[in-house]
T-cell receptor, first 116, second 108 residues
């Protein structure tokens, strides 16, 4: 298994453009998480899904951010319109179960987003 | 409110010195706590979890409910321990919240 796969690895865009980040979780995993990593705030949870259903999106910064999980093997995080303050590394992670608090998360390699 | 606090952004020690990475949490229920590590050019990965009471790569962490802390310790730091360390708390809904992270720099 290749693990959690994220694309693209790097994204450079101009302010105002739409950005779509993609994630393929590990097959069989039921939970999927989107995190944002910055120097100032560390790792912030943006949203997480359980069996493709969004459970908690309270970390989504504002309406410019949206996330979907149309099926068990794919999720997207979209920013429209993008702003320079959105520049960060965005991580996707998955875990096997739904109610196992001691489960570990498996992280993707991240997408380095730069908004100019 | 659920919160994880790592007060140090950077911790720099010499090889062979003891290491303690601090983590404090705020959670009304019974906490499930973890330490994750991100080595240079590698993915973020689980280091240890408090429920397992394990020692991984010489690191241990003890949950202190009285002080609401879960500090990560190692008696003798190695250069290969240099990395970013994140403390994390799992809520009863499976939501995993991370602290701000501490960069550990082990100097030769």
């Amino acid at each position: 298994d290749a693990g959690v796969i994220q694309s693209p690895r790097h994204e450079v865009t101009e302010m105002g453009q739409e950005v779509t980040l993609r994630c393929k979780p590990i097959s069989g995993h039921n939970s999927l998480f989107w995190y944002r990593q910055t120097m100032m705030r560390g790792l912030e949870l943006l949203i997480y899904f359980n069996n493709n259903v969004p459970i908690d999106d309270s970390g989504m910064p504002e309406d410019r951010f949206s996330a979907k999980m149309p099926n068990a093997s794919f999720s997207t995080l979209k920013i429209q319109p993008s702003e320079p303050r959105d520049s960060a590394v965005y991580f996707c992670a998955s875990s096997p179960g739904t109610h196992f608090r001691d489960e570990k998360l498996f992280f993707g390699s991240g997408t380095q987003l730069s908004v100019l | 409110a659920q919160r994880v606090t790592q007060p140090e952004k950077l911790l720099s020690v010499f090889k062979g010195a003891p290491v303690e990475l601090k983590c404090n949490y705020s959670y009304s229920g019974s906490p499930e706590l973890f330490w994750y590590v991100q080595y240079s050019r590698q993915r973020l990965q689980l280091l240890l979890r408090h429920i397992s009471r394990e020692s991984i790569k010489g690191f241990t962490a003890d949950l202190n409910k009285g002080e609401t802390s879960f500090h990560l310790k190692k008696p003798f730091a190695q250069e290969e321990d240099s990395a970013m360390y994140y403390c994390a708390l799992s809520s009863n809904t499976g939501k995993l919240i991370f602290g701000q992270g501490t960069t550990l720099q082990v100097k030769p």
